[in-house]
């Protein structure tokens, strides 16, 4: 069963940090690029950042740029956003998604996981 599971979120004060993981089974990411999307309340999925599975390149939103890192593993099947001086509209539920490209648009993505909450708050 091909699946994709995030895990990290929680709740994490102001300037603080977290490192969501996406992890996939039932198929290997080593060769698809995952993308990271945000969904704030009362907002619309923003994609935030992207892992290219062809060279490793990598995409990120102006509003997270310089604070965000992401990374992958591939022995562990496993891609990492590291989120640094957290601010609270990065509230918001996260999501990671799998598709043979850096794609622009939601539904170019293949693989959906469901979603880790974050919330951001003193």
């Known amino acids: 069963q091909v699946q994709l599971v995030e895990s990290g979120g929680g709740l994490v004060q102001p300037g603080g940090s977290l490192r969501l993981s996406c992890e996939a089974s039932?198929?290997?990411?080593?060769?698809?690029?995952v993308g990271w999307f945000r969904q704030s309340p009362g907002k619309g999925r923003e994609k935030i950042s992207c892992i290219s599975g062809r060279d490793d390149s990598t995409y990120y939103a102006d509003s997270v740029k310089g604070r965000f890192t992401v990374s992958r593993d591939n022995a562990k099947n496993t891609v990492y956003l590291q989120m640094d001086s957290l601010k609270p509209e990065d509230t918001g539920v996260y999501y990671c998604?799998?598709?043979?490209?850096?794609?622009?648009?939601?539904?170019?993505?293949?693989?959906w996981g469901q979603g880790t909450q974050v919330t951001v708050s003193s």
């Open positions: 998604a799998a598709d043979p490209f850096c794609g622009s648009y939601e539904s170019e993505y293949d693989y």
């Open positions: 039932g198929f290997t990411l080593d060769y698809y690029a």
